[in-house]
């Protein structure tokens, strides 16, 4: 395939395209997917046209996650905004995540947070809690205000719903037992009913 002859770059919209085919190779392969090469000869651009926008690989890998979050930020308060009680919101959410690309919070904690400057860091785990930690607790709180949800730590419950949604299958999840063909509104009402309710029951009694 021919590819596009290069040019500088410098219109309004480019830094955008640039961030959502960097965004396209994270999904695929992570920070290490993430080749400034790349993304130039796919977007006909010029080197020096891509450090015009981004001065270095982990500014624009600081932008990529920033932008991930916004779009989940998005989704999620949609989400809530679509329906008055808290089961149908939390499960709103989860129908929201799992039309998102897979993304790993812990994998970014454990294997490439380094990747970025402290400062950058701190801005993509606010921007996390921003986009995902906060609206869902106060979905939570609220569930607690109405009573109906039994009083709990709302980050715990947090932490545990996000565990949940680990299990989504949505695309690009590493385990293929999850990506295959499933009926997603009743796996998700099983999710739910699992955090709602739990999975325990009344202890068998012993002789």
Do not use: W
């Amino acid at each position: 395939m021919e590819r596009p002859a290069k040019h500088d770059g410098r219109t309004t919209d480019t830094r955008a395209h640039i961030v959502r085919e960097a965004e396209r190779l994270y999904y695929q392969g992570g920070y290490a997917g993430i080749r400034l090469q790349t993304v130039a000869d796919v977007l006909g651009l010029t080197k020096p046209a891509l450090f015009h926008h981004f001065r270095s690989k982990q500014d624009l890998f600081c932008a990529v996650l920033l932008d991930m979050l916004a779009a989940r930020r998005e989704r999620i308060e949609a989400a809530i905004a679509a329906t008055p009680d808290t089961a149908g919101r939390l499960r709103g959410i989860l129908l929201a995540l799992a039309g998102m690309p897979f993304f790993d919070p812990m994998k970014f904690l454990t294997d490439e947070r380094g990747k970025l400057r402290p400062e950058q860091a701190r801005d993509v785990e606010e921007g996390f809690a921003r986009a995902i930690q906060e609206p869902i607790a106060r979905v939570l709180e609220e569930g607690m205000a109405a009573g109906v949800l039994r009083p709990h730590r709302p980050m715990l419950g947090v932490m545990i719903f996000l565990n949940l949604a680990m299990l989504l299958p949505s695309p690009g999840h590493p385990n293929p037992r999850l990506t295959g063909a499933v009926d997603l509104p009743t796996y998700v009402d099983e999710l739910l009913a699992c955090f709602l309710r739990g999975v325990g029951g009344t202890p068998p009694r012993t002789a």
